[in-house]
Structures are given as structure tokens and as C-alpha cells.
């Protein structure tokens, strides 16, 4: 079972106990459900393990519209209406109108897969319990051809959630549930330097703090994440700015360059500006 | 023993099922090599607890069940300072140093942190038995635990050093029973979010079409279903000033979480019970009121009001005409309540103090009777249970 051992990429840096949750359900063949703050990475984990252990990667993105039915396949039955009316040969045999959704063509990969269905809160509060006897017994029957499609090599499924529905009990009972935490400052340089492995340390050091001290700002609505950090990395790197330009002004009354990158709401800019100001003063 | 272990999480309140206690024993069969405590915390944590919620609860279960495991090993024990745990026993067994110290000041907090701690204990304790066990060697030693400023001291250290993450208690902040942050009250309002088919029949039902016209035998027989579109209107009530002022955050987080979420919100503001006028500004409170009967007839029954006060007064304020603290009022602020109830039957309080102080005022009792108990603390489970009333078909009053 050593082959299934997940341990970060040289692209995404996981935490031990991230590490464990995903070999663990990987080993046992277990659905693994992923939450954590937006921003941290929880799509890119499917990605990044498909990616390590060598696997093919099937994505279904959930939408608010979106029917459990559809990941599974669907039917096409418009298409077998007009086919039937312009007199096709294809129309007698239904199977031309099946159309197969994400999970049949896991199932149905030659070597192991990683299926991941991703922000499943968006959907129909129903559609998790829709999906229970698929997830368990790994398989499914389209009814149109009478067929039972099986899986072929149990995948490793990975679920996200931001946590916008309850997911329901059951559903939950036959997961893993991990929740990845905001990294720590540690486990932030880390994963700076697994993208930007150039990065001068001032400015990385720079950089952090004066992301660290916004994300602790009172009152934000939305707190910037790993992403937005990296984007905003990647945004000093291109207009060259130096660590003296991020230290200037010394410590709470600078406004970071470029900081729209990290701060995507007017109000939250507003507030930021509002308060660097008033800082600026007391200390005058 | 991991079966007390399962048993002490469902006390605790952790939904735990038998499935889930077993997919853990699988998972700790396949994975022979879960050497530290460590691992075992993380896999049984990944099979058995479900929502970032409990992980709180279950940091301490965790640490409760498996606490004398690991002092019987040696391991963290040996790390504590040493003259820390001397010195709180010397305190214990020695009253006149005990009352040096005092007079010394310093021990105050000390022991502040100390009750604090035992308050604590006696949670978790109801979580099992295990205190018991280790009880009767010292006196603060019976209760196995040291002082936060002791831990605070050595959480520095990263995962693998000898600070247990358990006891670090990262996840406090996420359990449901604590107050509010924003993202908390989006999801708790989220509820109220319900999508209702109202309306003239307006999108093609692809579906439906499809199936009728088989069932017609070819000829096309078209079906429309109504669109979908959010019908749920909110109608807030903000108390603001006087004792509220230390609420005011709380309450404005709230607010300005329930703004995204709704097509129809409005908002008006009160002080401590409603009168024969509100207003909406709270800038222009004395000049621009509003009617709170003019209000009423603005808006109609299908409203949802939602009360956001701490319902602290003198009861008087409620019961009697003219015992408003800021002008004189015709009618008792009851009578204003009760019209505004009556014309809206789905209507919830929510009390922004804890559940527990309620009791210390008369008037919260008597507003949550006029409410008929319809009163819920400003927490995620609070909030989930006043909107699920919410939705609720009205009752007739």
C-alpha cells in the first residue's frame, strides 16, 4: 500500500496531517471531504495528488444547478427527437444518447483515478443524498440501457465544501472529513517558496508580515488567503519592488504597494486606508 | 479502550455513529505503522468527526481520555517547568504563603486562570470519568491539568515537539456554541435562503416537455414551470444605545452579513422596546421617524421580523405607558409589540447575550414571554434554530 502514500508536491506543500487524511482514504477507498477557508487550496489538492501518485483526474465542478444524475450520465433525449424526426439509423439504439458524466468515466478508467467533486455545497441540498449508493458501493445502473456500470479500480474521490449547506448526515458517515487550516507563518514560507523558489528572503519576510498584519486588521470582510498572497507575490516580482519599498514607512502606518491584489472588497480597502490613517496620526 | 474513547465523544455531543467508529478501526488496521499518539489523533479524528465545529469538543475528549496514557509514558510531563507545578502545590498545602502572595498581589491572576481552568474541567468532565481515576494525588494534580500560562508558554514549539495539539485548542473558535464571527452568521443566515416556486409559470420544463410529449405520442406538448427566484423578505429590528452599545458590533456583523443575502431586507432601529415610532437612521434618530403603524402598512404579513435587541430594560419599560426612558409613550411598549407580532406571525428574538444571563433580568423573561419564548441567544446554534422557526408555516396567534 506504500504506492498510495501521498506527501505534497513539488508544487503544493500539504501539512502531516493532510498527508495522512489523504493516503488514509486512499488505503481504505474512502470519499475525502475538504473544507478549509476559500483560498487554501482545496481544489488544487486533487490536482496536486492526482499529479504524485501518477493518476488520471476527473473533475466535476458542482453548480447550483447541477443534478447528481448528471455526474452519472445523461440523457439525451432531444437529440433522439430530432434524429428520430430526420429518419437516423442512430435513433434504434438508445445508447447512442447516453451521454456519461464524470463518475461513469472514473469508473470506467483503465488505471486507478482521482475524481474530484468540487464545491458539492453548491448544489441542491438533496444532491449529496443522491449520491450515497454510488459513493459506497461504486456503482450505479443507467436505467435506459439496463446496464450496471461498476468501477473498475475504486478512485480516490475528493469532495470540497466553503461550507455554504449542512451536508447531510449520512452522506457525511461515509467520508473522511479533514479541514485545512490557514497555514501558520511557517507553513506559509514554505509554500511561498515552493512557488517563487527565487524569492530574495528580505522581501519574502517583508512580504508576510505585512500580510499577516492585514489579515489580523479587525473588521475585514473577506481576509486574504494563500492565493491572494501568491498573487500579489507574483505582482511584486513583475514591478520589482524592493523589501525597502514594503518596509518604508516602518511597521503599521504603510499602505503594502499593490495591495488591491489583497484586498478584494471596497469596503475592506476603505477600512484598511481609514486605519493606516489613523495610525499615521496617533503617531505623528 | 478505544470504545470508551467512542463512547465519551457521543457524550460529549459528537454525532458519532457505529459506522464511523469502525471505518476508524479498519483504517487503523491498514495502517500499521500509527506509532505516535499523534497519528492515531489525526486518523480517528478524519473518521470521526465530521464538522470543524466539533473539533474543539473533540481536542478535549481527546485529550482527557488519553492524558494518563501519555503521563504514564513520561513525555510531556518531564517538559513542564518544574517550579511551576511546586509552587501551586506548596500554595495549596500552605495558607499563610498562600496569603503572602495575595498580599503580594500577582496571585490573584493566578488563580483567576486556575478557576477558570477547573470551570473548564468540569465540562470535560461530564465527557467521562477519567478525572477520577487520576484524582487524589495532589490537589491540582486530581484535576491532571496546569495552568494556561504554563502551555502558552511552550505552544511555540511546532507539531511533533512536545506540545500536544489537542491541547492547544486551535478549533475553539469554531465550535457552535461561541458567539458570532461574520462568516458564522452568513452561513447560519444561508438557512433563510430558501428557494420558493412563486409566481407566473415563465421557463420551459425541458424535462417535463420531453416526457409529455412521449407520452403524446410525438406530438410536442409544451410545460412551463415558474422560475425560480428568492421570495424570502426580512424585516430587522436593531436595538441600538443605551446597553446594546457593547453589542453593537455583534449586531452590525449580523446586519451586514443578512444585506447580501436577501432581495427584500429592511432595517430599522429601536432603543430597548418598540414604541409608536422607529427610525432608520441612526444619525437622524430624533429627526426622521418613522410610524411604526405607517411601517406596518408598508409592510406586509409575509415579512420576516427578526428582533435583534438584548431585551435588558427596566420591565416597566415594557408594561407601563409612559416608561420609556426617552420620551413619554401612550401605550405600553407590550401593546406595540403585540400589534407588530400579531401582524407579522414570523418573528424571532435574538439575544445577543448569552443564554445564562438572561435569568439576571426580569425584562428578558417578560419579552420572551411576549414572544412566546420565540427568544434565541446570538450564537450559530441559536441563529440556526431561530431560522428554521423562521420557515416554519405561521402559526395562528
Sequence with gaps: MQADRFSGTERYVATPDLEIAVTAAATLGRPLLIKGEPGTGKTQLAEEVARSLDRPLFDWHVKSTTKAQQGLYEYDAVSRLRDSQLGDERVRNIANYIIRGPVWEAFDAERPPVLLIDEIDKADIEFPNDLLRELDRMEFFVYETRQLIKARHRPIIIITSNNEKELPDAFLRRCFFHYIRFPDADTMARIVDVHFPGLKQALLSEALQSFYRIRETPGLKKKPSTSELLDWLRLLLAEDVTPEALREGDGKNAIPPLYGALLKNEQDVHLFEQLVFMHRRQSR | ?397
Design chain 2, 1 to 397: 479502550m478505544l470504545i470508551r474513547f467512542f463512547m465519551m465523544l457521543r457524550e460529549a455531543g459528537i454525532p458519532v455513529s457505529p459506522t464511523e467508529f469502525l471505518s476508524l478501526l479498519s483504517a487503523l488496521d491498514q495502517r500499521r505503522e500509527v506509532r505516535s499518539l499523534e497519528d492515531l489523533y489525526i486518523l480517528a479524528r478524519l473518521s470521526l468527526v465530521k464538522d470543524e465545529r466539533h473539533y474543539d469538543r473533540y481536542d478535549r475528549v481527546f485529550g482527557e481520555h488519553f492524558r494518563g496514557l501519555e503521563a504514564a509514558s513520561g513525555g510531556l510531563e518531564r517538559a513542564l517547568p518544574e517550579e511551576w507545578l511546586r509552587k501551586l502545590k506548596t500554595l495549596e498545602l500552605n495558607p499563610e504563603e498562600r496569603a503572602l502572595i495575595e498580599r503580594l498581589g500577582g496571585f490573584d491572576q493566578l488563580l483567576e486562570a486556575l478557576k477558570q481552568r477547573l470551570s473548564e474541567q468540569q465540562e470535560r468532565h461530564e465527557g467521562g470519568n477519567r478525572w477520577i481515576g487520576t484524582a487524589g494525588r495532589s490537589p491540582f494534580g486530581a484535576y491532571g491539568d496546569h495552568p494556561e500560562g504554563i502551555r502558552i508558554g511552550q505552544a511555540e514549539g511546532r507539531r511533533r515537539s512536545a506540545v500536544k495539539i489537542w491541547d492547544r485548542r486551535d478549533f475553539q473558535n469554531l465550535d457552535d456554541s461561541r458567539e458570532l464571527g461574520t462568516r458564522n452568521v452568513k452561513l447560519a443566515l444561508r438557512r433563510l435562503r430558501r428557494f420558493a416556486r412563486e409566481g407566473a409559470a415563465s421557463e420551459l420544463d425541458l424535462g417535463g416537455t420531453i416526457a409529455a410529449t412521449a407520452r403524446n405520442a410525438g406530438w410536442l406538448d409544451l410545460k412551463m414551470v415558474p422560475e425560480r427566484h428568492n421570495t424570502v423578505k426580512v424585516l430587522l429590528f436593531l436595538d441600538v444605545g443605551g446597553s446594546m452599545d457593547e453589542h453593537v458590533r455583534v449586531c452590525e456583523e449580523l446586519f451586514s452579513a443578512a444585506r447580501s443575502e436577501f432581495k427584500h431586507l429592511e432595517h430599522v432601529y429601536f432603543h430597548n422596546c418598540v414604541y409608536e415610532s422607529v427610525w432608520r437612521n441612526n444619525r437622524r434618530r430624533h429627526i426622521a421617524r418613522l410610524s411604526t403603524l405607517e411601517f406596518m402598512r408598508t409592510y406586509g404579513a409575509d415579512y420576516r421580523l427578526v428582533f435583534v435587541g438584548d431585551a435588558t430594560m427596566g420591565p416597566y419599560e415594557i408594561l407601563q405607558p409612559g416608561g420609556s426612558v426617552e420620551h413619554w409613550n401612550d401605550e405600553a411598549g407590550a401593546v406595540w409589540m403585540q400589534r407588530l407580532l400579531r401582524h407579522y406571525p414570523h418573528h424571532v428574538w435574538l439575544n445577543p447575550t448569552p443564554r445564562e444571563h438572561w435569568t439576571y433580568h426580569g425584562s428578558v423573561a417578560v419579552m420572551a414571554d411576549l414572544l412566546g419564548e420565540r427568544m434565541y441567544p446570538l450564537t450559530l446554534a441559536g441563529i440556526d434554530q431561530a431560522m428554521r422557526v423562521l420557515l416554519r408555516p405561521a402559526a395562528k396567534r
